[in-house]
């Protein structure tokens, strides 16, 4: 008995039962103690109050919504909020810290210090109180009547209105697919090893897929067309509000171009640091070989780079789906708002921040299998050494 | 390219060239001309600006003052014939520098495709051919990670051979590398330097130089101390400087 003991596998499966049970015997028994307490209190546990209607609003959703609504389609809309938010805040900020971070390594001495000043600015005040910043900015902004013109944008205190196209949802919806898998198919097929061609040798046909996809994406904006309007609708003044174009609301607003920039900056950082994890022995290779700059730029330094910066990338991203969460300061209905007013106006605490914990694990768990799986397929062969 | 320039303007000319890091001045009024297919050893003491001056050659250092002419073409802050000299210059560096992220193939192809636009099926029939001469044909598909120093640093002679330059510009190539590998970069080597190329080497091999060189160059502080056939150099040498230096590298 004691020999099996010494055993390394047999300690090892003894080990991980014994944590199972310590982990079970905590969840039961603390399921089990809230069960009490709530049923003294006449809250009924259960998942039964995901069929029941609202009976409250959301103030921005992609989804209809109406107070009849039960609180699952609720939650629904919450998680399809919080992503729209954390998409365009990941490519706001992943195309601000491009830039940034491509300014700090420059040669320009300009630039280096615009980017640094960037850096060390946003980097250092506090996410909550930058949204709060551009909130009461973007509701301090002149009414609709007097609104200021910014290139296409109409910007007013109702929100910033922006020019929206004439298709029906259905259409927009089917073209955003297309566009979508016409970016996500060329990195599929710049990658995967399953095919019989290596993956360098296949240029031609990425290029092919993603023209071929956006083109797809356009023809079926045209289709969905509305008949007899123009393509695109330019918000306009009416009376005293703005007709027409696409509204976006202040909280909206505030919130992408506080998670935007904020995360600017440390994607600008992380940019910079791949870009610095590069050898310069590989540039000089390539600079003696007679490649330009930009070939340079876009055959040796961006992809060594991209490979430095993904692991780390992964974990801001992260970082950033969950700071949407600050949507509640503003009042903006993201999935933890949502599932706050819940709270407050079932009382189902622990069901609704179950809820809320496995929508965030699942998202952020897809967002970190997503990169492991590009990590895998483009990670440098062999042993690296460094010069 | 050997038309495309005059057979009898020297490979490499350099005047009066000066390079300075700040206050440290690296080169100090370097004189040297290299004729066409003729094989040049550069050895000297650790920070003597061996790296320095012939890193100036293909402009990945520049010169302060002074002239440095390749196949005729003057380098200057013209970017053109910066371009056009790269294209001519191929280099081969003491860590080998490969594209970790692209097959031992792909190196190769890249700069023929991108800077010369040489179909594809036409640089890689080419690629095989260097790698043959190089001899690892048989590693054509795997990455630089996954083979051993000495591969890794025939693959970037053969990478530069690619480019089919007129002039080849070594540094250290076998520095890097353990005993028992140097020998085969140098077979390789010695083998190149029958073919007629330009190859100006810096190298502490001194038995490379003896067989291969057609002069060989001391330098010492940023300065050309000594230039002679290998014969005088190692056997009279005039300066004292390369006398204690010879003891030196030759003496164990
Ligand atoms: N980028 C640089 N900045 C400042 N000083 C430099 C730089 N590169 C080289 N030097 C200095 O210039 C001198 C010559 O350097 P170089 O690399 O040419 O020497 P080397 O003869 O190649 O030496 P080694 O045999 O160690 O390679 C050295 O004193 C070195 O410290
Ligand atoms: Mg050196």
Same mark, same amino acid.
């Given at each position: 008995m004691i020999r099996i003991l010494r055993h390394q596998k047999v300690r090892n499966i003894l080990l991980q039962a014994l944590f199972v049970a310590v982990v079970l015997v905590v969840v039961v028994g603390g399921w089990r103690n809230a069960q009490q307490a709530l049923s003294s209190q006449n809250v009924v546990s259960g998942?039964?109050?995901?069929?029941?209607? =609202?009976?409250w609003d959301v103030n921005f959703s992609l989804l209809p919504a109406s107070p009849n609504d039960p609180y699952w389609w609720f939650f629904v809309i919450g998680i399809v909020n919080t992503l729209f938010l954390g998409t365009l805040g990941l490519v706001l900020a992943t195309l601000i810290g491009g830039l940034v971070g491509i300014a700090r390594t420059s040669s320009n001495e300009l630039l280096q210090l615009l980017g640094r000043l960037y850096v060390d600015f946003f980097r250092n005040i506090p996410l909550i109180l930058q949204v709060f910043f551009w909130y009461a900015l973007v509701t301090n902004l002149p009414s609709p009547r007097n609104a200021i013109d910014f290139g296409p944008l109409v910007l007013s205190n109702r929100g910033v209105y922006m020019p929206a196209l004439n298709v029906g949802g259905w259409h927009v919806f089917a073209a955003a697919v297309a566009a979508l898998a016409a970016l996500a198919l060329p990195l599929w097929l710049r990658t995967?090893?399953?095919?019989? =061609?290596?993956?360098?040798?296949r240029g031609a046909l990425v290029w092919r897929v993603l023209a071929g996809g956006l083109l797809l994406a356009a023809a079926i904006l045209l289709l969905g067309r509305?008949?007899?309007?123009?393509?695109i609708d330019a918000p306009l003044l009416q009376g005293l509000n703005l007709r027409g174009g696409l509204r976006v609301s202040p909280e909206f607003s505030a919130l992408l171009v506080a998670i935007g920039i904020y995360g600017g900056a440390y994607i600008g950082e992380i940019v910079r640091g791949g870009f610095k994890a590069v050898g310069k022995g590989q540039t000089e290779a390539a600079h003696s070989l007679g490649l330009s700059p930009w070939q340079t730029f876009s055959r040796i330094r961006l992809p060594l780079a991209l490979r430095a910066m993904l692991p780390i990338l992964a974990n801001q991203y992260i970082w950033l789906i969950k700071a949407t969460t600050l949507g509640i300061a503003v009042g903006f209905t993201d999935f933890f708002m949502i599932v706050a007013v819940t709270i407050n106006q079932s009382g189902q605490t622990l069901e609704a921040i179950g809820i809320l914990m496995a929508g965030f694990l699942a998202i952020n768990l897809s967002i970190a299998a997503i990169f492991n799986r590009i990590n895998r397929a483009i990670a440098l062969k062999g042993n690296q050494l460094r010069s | 390219m050997a038309d495309t320039h005059p057979t009898n303007v020297p490979a490499v000319q350099i005047n009066g060239m000066n390079k300075f890091y700040g206050h440290f001045h690296?080169?100090?009024n370097i004189h040297l001309t290299v004729h066409r297919g003729e094989k040049v050893v550069v050895c000297g003491p650790s920070g003597s600006g061996k790296s320095t001056m012939i890193r100036c050659i293909n402009r990945l250092e520049e010169h302060n003052s002074g002239q440095i002419t390749v196949l005729g073409t003057e380098l200057n802050d013209d970017v053109a014939s910066i371009d056009g000299i790269r294209r001519e210059v191929g280099m081969v560096f003491q860590h080998f520098n490969?594209?970790?992220?692209?097959t031992v193939l792909e190196n190769c192809v890249l700069a023929p495709m991108l800077?010369?636009?040489?179909?594809r099926a036409q640089a890689e029939a080419a690629a095989m051919r260097y790698l043959e001469k190089v001899r690892i044909?048989?590693?054509?598909?795997?990455?630089?990670?996954?083979?051993?120093g000495g591969q890794q640093q025939r693959v970037a002679i053969a990478r530069s051979l690619c480019m089919e330059p007129e002039i080849l510009l070594f540094d250290e190539?076998?520095?890097?590398?353990?005993p028992e590998m140097i020998s085969e970069v140098l077979d390789v080597m010695v083998h190149l330097a029958s073919e007629g190329r330009t190859m100006i080497c810096v190298t502490h091999e001194m038995g490379f130089a003896r067989r291969v060189a057609d002069r060989v160059i001391f330098m010492d502080a940023g300065e050309i101390v000594e230039e002679a056939d290998p014969e005088t150099f190692f056997q009279?040498?005039?300066?004292d400087r390369t006398k204690q230096f010879l003891s030196q590298v030759l003496g164990h």
């Open positions: 998942f039964g109050f995901l069929q029941k209607s =609202t009976g995967t090893r399953r095919l019989a =061609t290596p993956p360098e040798q509305t008949p007899g309007s123009p393509l | 690296a080169l100090k490969l594209f970790p992220h692209m800077v010369r636009k040489t179909p044909p048989e590693q054509a598909l795997k990455y630089p990670g996954q083979l051993s190539p076998t520095s890097a590398l353990d009279s040498p005039s300066s």
